[in-house]
C-alpha cells in the first residue's frame, strides 16, 4: 500500500510561483503513474498533470500547459508540480495521485490519493 502525503502549498500573489511536492511512503512508487488533480471550491475534482512511470510521457490540462511542470525524483519517492505564472483560477486544493497499472493520460483512474495542499493566488 502506498500512502502519499502533499507539501508545499500556500498564498502567493498572481503571476508568483510554488512548488508542490507528493512523497510516497509504505513502498516505492518508481514504477506507478503519477498526477495532480485539483478542487477549487464549489466545483468538480479536476485532470491537472500525469506522467508515465518513467517520465517518458507527460500531459497537461489546458488550463495549466505552459504554465505547469510535473516531474519526479524516484531516489526521494517524490513527485513534483511546478506552478508559475500563478493565476486566481489556480486557487484549489491541489492532490497528487499514483496508480500502478496503465496510463492514460487525464483519463487515468488513480488508486491512492494524498490529503491534498491548499493553494492561494490572490490578485
Known amino acids: 500500500q502506498v500512502q502519499l502525503v502533499e507539501s508545499g502549498g500556500g498564498l502567493v500573489q498572481a503571476g508568483g510561483s510554488l512548488k508542490l511536492s507528493c512523497t510516497a511512503s509504505?513502498?516505492?512508487?518508481?514504477?506507478?503513474?503519477k498526477g495532480w488533480y485539483r478542487q477549487a471550491p464549489g466545483k468538480e475534482r479536476e485532470f491537472v498533470a500525469s506522467?508515465?512511470?518513467?517520465?517518458?510521457?507527460?500531459d497537461y490540462a489546458d488550463s495549466v500547459k505552459g504554465r505547469f511542470t510535473i516531474s519526479v525524483d524516484s531516489a526521494k519517492n517524490t513527485v513534483y508540480l511546478q506552478m508559475n505564472s500563478l493565476k486566481p483560477d489556480d486557487t484549489a486544493v491541489y492532490y497528487c495521485?499514483?496508480?500502478?497499472?496503465?496510463?492514460?493520460?487525464?483519463?487515468?483512474?488513480?488508486?491512492?490519493w494524498g490529503q491534498g495542499t491548499q493553494v492561494t493566488v490572490s490578485s
Open positions: 509504505g513502498r516505492t512508487f518508481s514504477t506507478y503513474v
Open positions: 506522467m508515465t512511470w518513467n517520465g517518458a510521457r507527460t
Open positions: 495521485a499514483a496508480k500502478d497499472g496503465p496510463y492514460y493520460g487525464g483519463r487515468t483512474l488513480y488508486d491512492h
